[in-house]
């Protein structure tokens, strides 16, 4: 089974631009999760998608945004880019959700955002 | 909102030594992950532990669920190389909640051959 892939890998924009940022799940899993990870802050939950509903959200601005298609692909998207949202975002997929049992979350390699 | 707190943020250990993260949450979790984040790499499952004062083993590695199912512990016995790497827990709160899994900053394990 092919794991979760993210496209691209590496991006370099600048400030006041938007991004898009995208994420296609392992077969069969109807969940994905983003993930903002900093040296500093380590792994910082954005949102969760199940379903092309919206489940869950984490404690970033309306600039941080997402959806899932129903194919259950998803992209984020960030707009008005600041310095600080350069990191590594991370996608990961589960079957069921990732606050269900035994259903845990498979990440892609992540994007490196880099912003200027 | 939820926090997750994991100490040590770094350990050094001399291959062969034993190595323990702790793993400690401001609110009671409905379940308890663990993830291995290779150098350069992303995070990978190891394992989740549910029920409370669960012990669950993977060969070298033994996890322990609290009574009260607010901390949690990784220990590895005789650190190999292929250890190295920052491990985190991530656990989400019970009785439901807006957030989804929260993660632990992570501690990371260097070994020194």
């Known amino acids: 089974k092919a794991g979760v892939t993210q496209t691209p890998r590496y991006l370099i924009k600048t400030r006041g631009q938007q991004v898009t940022l995208s994420c296609s799940p392992i077969s069969g899993h109807r969940s994905v999760s983003w993930y903002q990870q900093t040296p500093g802050q380590g792994l910082q939950f954005l949102f969760e998608y199940f379903s092309e509903t919206q489940r869950n959200k984490g404690n970033f601005p309306g600039r941080f945004s997402g959806r899932q298609f129903s194919n259950s692909r998803s992209e984020m998207n960030v707009s008005t880019l600041e310095l600080g949202d350069s990191a590594l975002y991370l996608c990961?997929?589960?079957?069921?959700?990732?606050?269900?049992?035994?259903?845990?979350?498979?990440f892609g390699n992540g994007t490196r955002l880099t912003v200027t | 909102g939820q926090q997750v707190m994991q100490i040590p943020q770094y350990q050094h250990v001399q291959e062969g030594e034993d190595f323990t993260t702790y793993c400690n949450s401001s609110t009671t979790l409905s379940n308890i992950q663990w993830y291995k984040q290779r150098p350069g790499g992303h995070p990978v499952f190891l394992i989740q532990l549910v029920k409370s004062g669960e012990v669950k083993k993977q060969k070298r590695l033994t996890f322990q669920f609290g009574e009260a199912k607010k901390n949690s512990s990784l220990h590895i016995t005789a650190t190999q190389t292929t250890d190295v790497g920052t491990y985190f827990c991530?656990?989400?709160?019970?009785?439901?909640?807006?957030?989804?899994?929260?993660f632990g900053k992570g501690t990371h394990l260097i070994i020194q051959p």
């Open positions: 991530a656990g989400p709160e019970s009785g439901g909640g807006a957030d989804g899994l929260t």
């Open positions: 990961a997929s589960s079957l069921q959700g990732s606050r269900s049992y035994n259903s845990p979350l498979h």
